[in-house]
């Protein structure tokens, strides 16, 4: 599977969008990227995943850059239980395949 | 609603003890599941994948004897520790995968060896 690149940590005012940056230049045009989030103490909670076209669902919007070797998640309207780490990771059918997690990033929505 | 049921949420016991955690998918016949682990202030790491009726296959440094895994139906899992030691101690995670679905993890078992 690709390798991902994201930021250690980021702060969000509560209320206000969260923008959360990955870089996977070495995708392949079979790879999916998919986006989890881990509260403490708790498993991973997928959010969303995208091939090539922007997709949303009612958690978020994932926006894939055009050539595929970057993405956002957005969440719209940050709370404070949207505190957490947010993994993206890039892989084929994660039916099938264990996910490989990097160190994600560290997500605190302030009030 | 929740599509990963893991049991127990929490576990403290002493050395020595062996402690059985288990894993069911609640919508669906898994003939495949994941077993990770999280060592404080890391990240998920995979152990081994589960396979119904069959060996389950472990990561590298993994030792097959010391973590058990039966996957006797195609909606339970179990991880056995066995002789558990404090260097154990960690949060352990399944999930359930579906071919062309999304991965569903559950809410892991914290392992606490005195």
């Known amino acids: 599977d690709a390798k991902t690149t994201q930021p250690t940590s980021m702060d969000c005012a509560e209320g206000r969008a969260a923008n959360l940056p990955c870089n996977h230049s070495?995708?392949?045009?079979?790879?999916?990227v998919y986006w989890y989030r881990q509260i403490h103490s708790q498993g991973p909670q997928y959010i969303i995943h995208g091939l090539k076209n922007n997709e949303t669902n009612e958690m978020a919007s994932l926006i894939i850059t055009e050539d595929r070797k970057s993405s956002t998640l957005i969440l719209p309207h940050a709370t404070l239980r949207d505190t957490a780490v947010y993994y993206c990771?890039?892989?084929?059918?994660?039916?099938?395949?264990?996910?490989?997690f990097g160190s994600g990033t560290r997500l605190q929505v302030q009030p | 609603g929740a599509v990963v049921s893991q049991h127990p949420s929490r576990v403290i016991c002493k050395s020595g003890t062996s402690v059985k955690i288990e894993c069911r998918s609640l919508d669906f016949q898994a003939t495949t599941m994941f077993w990770y682990r999280q060592f404080p202030k890391q990240s998920l790491m995979l152990m081994a994948t589960?396979?119904?009726?069959?060996?389950?296959?472990?990561e590298q440094g993994v030792e097959k004897d010391k973590f058990l895994i039966n996957h006797a139906s195609l909606t339970l899992s179990t991880l056995t520790v066995t002789s558990a030691h404090p260097e154990d101690s960690s949060f352990y995670i399944c999930?359930?995968?579906?071919?062309?679905?999304?991965?569903?993890f559950g809410d892991g078992t914290r392992l606490s060896i005195l």
């Open positions: 070495t995708i392949s045009g079979n790879e999916y």
């Open positions: 990771i890039v892989s084929m059918d994660t039916g099938r395949r264990a996910l490989t």
């Open positions: 999930s359930v995968g579906e071919p062309n679905q999304p991965q569903h």
């Open positions: 589960s396979n119904e009726g069959s060996k389950a296959t472990y």
